[in-house]
């Protein structure tokens, strides 16, 4: 590596702070997200400091986990600083996914413009729940693929789908019913717009910070050249799995950079802020939840930082995942209340990031799997193992 993990991080760190932050009341901020014009700023001005894809090096080499945290951690000191630098879900764990699992031909078609930041991706998953689709449970999934000659034929509804408006890269998701043994879940790789790609709508979602939000999408005979196929047929649910631990982990380092900057906040303010005769820190109310905010962070970080490790073995990790997800995002949701709840009516209005960072940490207690959806899994497990000792 050209330097190490930290200088890469402390760079990026200067970088969100200096010339981000000032970005955070850009009017070119919306309800879904940051406009493609703010995005294509950003990432000139990240591309001019040498921080753009920080994780990522030229030669496709990519950070460890352990240190892709110590990266990720200070690109989401702002929630504009992933968009910025291209750390940002969706396009961290589709890039990561690319590099395992694409052919040479596929990276350098798909993967190459979304390493540069010239080009957003989406992941096409999640189905709508009304009609009982695949959702948390990625067995459900209902979208289907057949092969007609040298194509696929796709065709089913998603939900939200992340990015897809505005986005250049798809990663399609549908289920083949083959009967010749590779039948099963089979991933796309598709160029967007495409007409056959349909945005019914874009969601009114309680977070604000990806750009062209989350939307509900309707895919009608979208045919894909066989060579656009993501590894085998089949073997979709497999290659989910290589995505999921690290994308799942790269969401906690980010809003766990988030969190700490909220926190920052919330201390700046106890720290001169006046009442009932002497500073807000000074009050144990408020001194108290400073503090269980500095061991929160602690502890998420440390959570954050084994889990790392455990994937940086080679390891798929999904049960370190799974716990880190609960831990962390748990964790990170008692910090931002806390900060709200430190600054009060500064804390619920819109002059800082605080109630951004509170908003957008609430869904992450949702997306990429529900809190109770992975304590269900991990008891599961409980049980499996303790039977299996019996």
Not at 173 to 186: F, I, L, P, Q
Not at 235 to 263: D, I, N, T
Request: charged share 25%.
């Amino acid at each position: 590596m050209p330097e190490t993990a930290a200088a890469i991080a402390a760079r990026v760190e200067a970088f969100v702070r200096e010339v981000v932050v000032p970005y955070e009341r850009d009017p070119r901020l919306g309800a879904h997200g940051p406009s493609d014009a703010l995005v294509h700023e950003l990432r000139e001005k990240a591309r001019a400091a040498g921080v753009m894809t920080p994780h990522i090096f030229a030669d496709g080499s990519h950070l460890d986990q352990r240190d892709t945290a110590t990266v990720l951690k200070a690109s989401g000191l702002s929630p504009l600083g992933p968009v910025a630098v291209n750390t940002m879900a969706p396009d961290e764990g589709n890039m990561y996914l690319l590099g395992k699992v694409g052919s040479p031909e596929q990276k350098a078609r798909f993967l190459a413009p979304l390493v540069s930041g010239e080009a957003r991706s989406a992941f096409f998953m999640t189905e709508p729940a009304d009609e009982g689709g695949a959702g948390s449970d990625p067995s459900m999934m209902q979208t289907t693929c057949r092969q007609d000659g040298n194509h696929w034929v796709i065709n089913g509804r998603k939900a939200f789908i992340t990015g897809a408006d505005g986005a250049k890269v798809g990663i399609v998701m549908a289920k083949s019913e083959a009967t010749d043994g590779t039948g099963g879940a089979c991933m796309f790789l598709v160029d967007l717009p495409d007409p056959a790609i349909r945005i019914e709508r874009v969601l009114d979602t309680i977070d604000s910070s990806m750009p062209g939000g989350h939307a509900i999408i309707a895919i009608d005979n979208l045919r894909v050249p066989a060579d656009q196929m993501l590894g085998a047929s089949g073997e979709g649910f497999k290659y989910a799995q290589v995505r999921l631990s690290p994308a799942r982990l790269s969401h906690c380092m980010r809003w766990w950079g988030a969190a700490s900057r909220a926190h920052e906040i919330a201390t700046a303010y106890a720290c001169k802020r006046q009442a009932f005769g002497k500073l807000l820190v000074d009050h144990e109310g408020v001194g108290f939840m400073l503090a269980e905010n500095l061991i929160d962070l602690k502890q998420a970080e440390l959570m954050i930082d084994w889990c790392a490790d455990v994937l940086d073995t080679g390891a798929l990790g999904t049960v370190e995942s799974s716990m880190a997800k609960v831990a962390v995002s748990e964790a990170l949701m008692r910090v931002a209340d806390r900060c709200v709840q430190v600054m009060g009516g500064q804390g619920v209005s819109g002059d800082t990031i605080v109630e951004q960072v509170f908003r957008e940490i609430r869904a992450f207690r949702i997306y990429d799997g529900p809190t109770e959806v992975h304590k269900w899994s991990l008891a599961k497990k409980i049980k499996r193992d303790t039977l299996a000792r019996a």
